[in-house]
């Protein structure tokens, strides 16, 4: 045992060796890609044909979008009954941001939301500045920086009132319930069959938000082939 200690020792010696040779920086584990590099800002546009084979996932999520009988805010509850939310829930670079842009620019889902809104989240689940994007995404004109609370939640509900909406909220990370119940009363004023969908790496965010295991879409890895198109694409020129 003596000699196995001592061998570890020497062992453990030489990676510290190595991590000072190769610079190498000790930092605490986040599995949040905002632990590595600042996300990135997504949006609502995307090529299709830069996406490889999603189409059956397009279209389950599109017949989620669609699908007006669906209750999947987890609830009784009038307001429950007429938002329903939907989350896509995988690890980073399965495609959920894709995803969603492919469901949201879909003729069908454009044909049949009064209102379509798209916030990137990340790890700033500020109601107020949430708000406001989402502000912003339906009147692009409106000036809201100096607003208040009051005033701003005032609009939103005039804006959403009545209205079959999809309202995508992109890379959400926030696991405090009181922050989501909160952004969540502001958004219950749509009409039967308005949307929410969500873009999650964290089982527990989709359950936060109202959606159970059962009903948020897990999106599953390409298969050989399709990752072998997906490397020939990006590796190699045109033809």
């Not at 429950?80 to 495609?95: A, P």
């Not at 949430?130 to 004109?141: P, Q, S, V, Y």
């Not at 005033?151 to 909220?169: M, N, P, S, T, W």
């Not at 929410?196 to 890895?221: C, D, F, P, Q």
């Amino acid at each position: 045992m003596c000699h196995r200690i001592k061998r570890t020792i020497e062992n453990l010696d030489a990676i510290a060796s190595d991590m000072s040779r190769f610079h190498i920086l000790e930092r605490s584990h986040d599995t949040r890609p905002s632990a590595i590099v600042e996300r990135e800002q997504t949006h609502s546009f995307v090529h299709t044909s830069d996406v490889i084979r999603r189409d059956q996932d397009k279209k389950n999520i599109v017949d989620l979008l669609l699908n007006s009988n669906l209750n999947l805010g987890g609830g009784d509850n009038r307001e429950q009954e007429q938002v329903s939310i939907i989350s896509i829930v995988g690890i980073g670079g399965l495609g959920k941001t894709t995803l969603a842009q492919l469901a949201y620019n879909d003729h069908s889902v454009v044909e049949h939301f009064k209102l379509r809104m798209w916030v990137c989240v990340s790890d700033d689940f500020d109601v107020k500045k949430l708000t406001k994007e989402i502000m912003k995404c339906i009147r692009a004109n409106i000036d809201c920086s100096n607003q208040e609370m009051e005033q701003l939640q005032a609009d939103l509900r005039k804006e959403l009132d009545g209205k079959r909406y999809l309202l995508v909220l992109d890379d959400v990370w926030n696991e405090d319930l009181d922050k989501w119940v909160k952004l969540r009363g502001l958004l219950t004023g749509g009409s039967v069959g308005s949307k929410i969908l969500v873009t999650t790496w964290s089982e527990k965010v989709a359950s936060i938000m109202g959606t159970s295991n059962i009903r948020a879409y897990h999106l599953g890895g390409l298969s050989e082939d399709e990752c072998w198109s997906l490397f020939k694409q990006w590796a190699f020129e045109q033809g």
